[in-house]
Each structure stands twice: as C-alpha cells, then as structure tokens.
C-alpha cells in the first residue's frame, strides 16, 4: 500500500505541477518574455536539459514547480538587447495573463479529465428505491422499498439525481410518480414535505422531500464527446463553486480546520483511489486541480492571487506598488504558507494509524 502511495501522489503531483506552471510557461513565450528554467520540483537538480534559453529541470522535492522568468526580480539588471523581453517590463495586462495562466490551466486539466471519464463512462445511481424514511410523504402514498420509478411529474428519468432534482424544484406541489413494481407500472402521487436535512458542509437547512433513498445499484453512463464536454464544464463548475464556499465556510468556523490535508492525506487518497482504477485516480487529480487553481487564486502575497492584487492595485493607481511594501507583504505571505503547512502536516500525523506507521517504517527499512 505505501508503494502504491508514494508512486501515486508522484504521478498525481506531477501532472497537477506540470499544467500549473506549463500555463505560465506557454503565456509568457507567447507574449515574448524570456524564460530561464521550468522546473518540476524544488531543490538540488535530479536531471536537466538546456534548449535555447531555457533549462528544463527536474528537482528533488515533489511538492512543487517554478517557472524563472526574464528579469522577474526588481533590481535585476539586463543587457539592453533584453530590456523588452523582461518580465517586469511588460504590460500589466501581459503579466496578468502570465500570472493567471497557471491556475487556468488547472482549471482546464480538470475540464479535460471531467471530460475524458464521461466519455469512458461513470457509475450512476439508478432509480430504484432502497429505503423509505418511517412517516414520509413516500411511505404514506404507497411507496414501497424495491420501487423502480420510470417517470415523475410527466417526465421520463432514468437516474437518481433527476429524482432530487424534480422533487426539490416541485417544493409542495403534488407530483405524480410512475413506478415499477412486479413487472407492472403503478401511477402514485405523492407531496413533498419540507424537511430539515444536513448539507455538504454539517450544517442543518431546509428541503423538500418525499422521504426515498436510493439502492446502491448503479449503472455506467457513457458519454458523446460533445456531451462529455458539456458535462465536464458543469461538474468543473459545480467543484470550483464548492471549492469556494469550503474556503468561506472555514474561515466562518463553520469546516474545522482540522479537515485540512496535507502530502501525507493526498498519498493515502491517491494510493486507495489509484488502487479503485484509473478513472476514480483521475477524478481525485481533477479535484485536486481544482483545488490548487482556486488556491492560488486567493489574494495571499507569494501566490498566483498575490501576484494578481498587486496588478490590479497597479492598474487602479497608475503606478507599481512600492517594491519594499511588496517585499514586505511576500515575506508575510511566505510565512503564513508555512505555518499553514505545518498545520496541516500535523493534522496528517494525528490522522496517521499506527499500521499505516508501521507500513511505512517496513517499506524503508525492509
């Protein structure tokens, strides 16, 4: 299993690097500033290679990438014939787009893995009904456990997120439900009832139901490309939206920071999703892609977002923030990026059972 794990979260870490900063990379040779290294990885240089101008590396610690620009640090002096193809000397709107680029290629790696499982096809839950809740509005029109519904509200449905789509939209409006019992189709019409529920997030709210879960059969949905597509921008989407809202749930309180992962969390979910197949590995990677591009995108100095608050102050004022106040402002950064990484390294320790210790002692010490 720590196998499994290591070689996982390297393949997963590596592709998600790869895309962030290939994203910078591309923008900034297509808007003529020089770049002098691309790098998988911090730390000494396992391998390299310099073509042109640039030396593509591959370092020690997997944990990251950078891309190094011309003359992207203030101060650095260039020869005069450099002068244009200088980060700093371009446009605000040029490095905006160099800047952003690395979380939009995240963005897009999801879009295209989204859109690669849909078309290989995705377990869904049928509609057939597993368990009725005692005293529901299911239960009381004659519902019964094994129910196969083909139709609601006039409309055909063949998988359970229809279900609860059609139902939440109803609110208390009679629906009239057709479903299959025994080799014959019964007509039923039952009335949802709002209901108090728990979210995604533990908190209580209020939503119309009629009481039903779903069977854990499932069935494998295969998509056109076209369709994929579709598809995988809604479900690109949906996470980056969630994505969001975890990251303002947590600072209300209302998430524990203690749900916070780290390098050692990601191992052990890319190990047993890797262990699931191919397609549960990729979903876990477009997560986590998304994750990192919204993450990068947050206004914290030394990020993406960081970058990105000190050009649009530049583009508001006129004129580049003070050199010392963004130095500043970085070191802050630097600093909090790595109280939170102990942070949530500590979390993975107290997360760690003792055979998964052991495992790992085993697989370096034979």
């Known amino acids: 299993m720590i196998g499994i794990s290591i070689a996982s979260v390297v393949v997963l870490l590596g592709v998600l690097i790869f ?91 999801a879009l295209a893995i989204f859109t690669l499982v849909n078309m290989i096809g995705l377990p869904v839950l049928t509609t057939e009904i597993g368990s009725l809740q005692p005293d529901s509005a299911a239960i009381e029109s004659g519902m019964k456990t094994g129910d196969r519904i083909i139709a609601m509200d006039g409309k055909s449905v063949t998988k359970w997120d229809e279900i609860t789509e059609i139902v939440t939209r109803s609110k208390e409006r009679p629906l009239r439900v057709t479903v299959h019992r025994d080799a014959v189709a019964l007509d039923i019409t039952v009335t949802p009832r709002l209901m108090k529920t728990r979210n995604l997030f533990g908190e209580e709210v209020e939503a119309y139901k009629i009481g039903i879960s779903p069977s854990p059969h499932t069935v494998i949905e295969r998509r056109n490309p076209l369709s994929a597509f579709g598809e995988g921008i809604r479900q690109t989407w949906v996470i980056s ?9 947590l600072f209300q309180g209302v998430i524990s920071p203690k749900t916070l992962g780290g390098p050692i969390l990601i191992a052990q979910i890319a190990g047993a999703q890797a262990k699931e197949g191919i397609v549960h590995f990729l979903l876990f990677m477009a997560l986590l892609s998304i994750n990192l591009a919204i993450l990068n995108l947050l206004p914290i100095p030394v990020l993406d977002g960081g970058h990105l608050l000190f050009y649009g102050i530049e583009m508001m004022t006129g004129r580049e923030v003070n050199v010392r106040w963004r130095e500043m402002a970085q070191q802050v950064g630097f600093v909090l990026l790595i109280l939170l990484m102990i942070f949530v390294f500590m979390m993975d320790i107290e997360r760690l059972n003792v055979k998964f210790i052991n495992d790992f002692i085993r697989t370096f010490t034979g």
């Open 19 to 109: 895309a962030h900063e290939f994203g910078h990379f591309l923008m900034a040779k297509r808007a003529g500033v020089g770049v002098l290294k691309f790098s998988l990885g911090f730390g000494p240089r396992i391998i390299g290679r310099k073509i042109g101008e640039t030396e593509y590396l591959l370092s020690l610690i997997p944990l990251g990438g950078y891309v190094k620009l011309l003359g992207e640090s203030p101060g650095e002096e260039l020869p005069e014939e450099d002068q244009k193809r200088s980060f700093l000397k371009q446009t605000v709107w040029k490095r905006i787009f160099i800047v952003a680029a690395g979380p939009v290629f995240n963005l897009l790696l």
């Open 241 to 249: 939206k969630l994505t969001v809202i975890s990251i303002y749930k």
